[in-house]
């Protein structure tokens, strides 16, 4: 496959290494102010960029009706436009707030838990997530996943960062030097505390759950979802 990266930062390089040696190359790559190589070239774009910056590299990318993979995080309040973009466009578009497959299993094992813990009402569960300094936004794309499925099942109304309100669902985010990416969920009663954790020894398992999905993108139009790629 030949691949366009928008967004060569820490994810850009990793997914161009492992993507090299799965036998693709790099047609494209792009950052915040420079660009090289021949964007409408690629099979598909692979977008790890910023916040500010992702709606405007998918639009690019349907546009140009090129497949887009996007894992930036902090951009969903205009994920249904991209939505819509994209079906305009008969064009094909995933984005995850986590690409890896161990924390894709991890979605599956929390919203297990958080149906089978919905009676026990003597637990307060909770969400934590560890992050390294540079991180913009907070809390984590993936922290937000994993609490949405807990409301879900829960009687919280909503998540909110910091919160100890007895009807929001608390999400709190550290930031500690060089933390690939840590979530834990608690339930917490007097008598005893559950936990559910993903440890994220290194990039590497985002960059590959995002070729992934790119080589599983590359022939089909629609919109879909880490679990269509995973079969889970
Ligand atoms: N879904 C998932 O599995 C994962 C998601 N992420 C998310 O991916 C995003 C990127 O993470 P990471 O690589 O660590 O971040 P970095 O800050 O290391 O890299 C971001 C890159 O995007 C570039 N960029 C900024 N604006 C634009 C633009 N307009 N067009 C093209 N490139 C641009 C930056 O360029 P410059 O250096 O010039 O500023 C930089 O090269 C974050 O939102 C993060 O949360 C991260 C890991 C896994
Ligand atoms: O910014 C990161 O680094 C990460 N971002 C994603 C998120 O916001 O959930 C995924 C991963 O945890 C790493």
């Known amino acids: 496959m030949k691949i366009a990266l928008l967004g060569y930062g820490k994810m850009g390089k990793v997914i161009e290494k ?55 995080t902090g951009w969903l309040n205009k994920y249904d436009e991209m939505v819509k973009l994209c079906e305009n466009r008969n064009g094909s578009f995933i984005t995850a707030s986590n690409f890896s497959v161990g924390v894709n299993l991890f979605f599956s094992i929390n919203e297990y838990a958080a149906k089978l813990m919905a009676p026990w009402k003597e637990y307060d569960v909770s969400v934590e997530e560890i992050h390294h300094t540079e991180k913009k936004d907070a809390p984590s794309g993936t922290a937000i996943s994993i609490a949405e499925s807990i409301l879900k099942h829960s009687e919280k109304q909503d998540w909110k960062l910091n919160s100890s309100e007895e009807n929001n669902l608390k999400i709190t985010a550290k930031r500690e030097e060089d933390v690939k990416g840590t979530h834990t969920v608690s339930y917490i009663s ?3 505390t559950i936990s559910l954790e993903h440890v994220a020894h290194s990039r590497e398992g985002f960059a590959k759950g995002a070729i992934l999905a790119a080589e599983f993108l590359k022939d089909k139009n629609g919109v879909f979802t880490m679990k269509d790629v995973l079969g889970i």
């Open 18 to 72: 492992l993507a090299l040696d799965r036998g693709h190359t790099i047609v494209f790559k792009s950052t915040a102010d420079t660009s090289e190589g021949n964007f409408e070239a690629a099979d598909v774009a692979i977008e790890f960029s910023a916040p500010e910056a992702a709606v405007d590299n998918i639009s690019k990318a349907l546009k140009a009706e090129i497949p887009v993979v996007s894992g930036t």
């Open 190 to 192: 007097s008598i005893d």
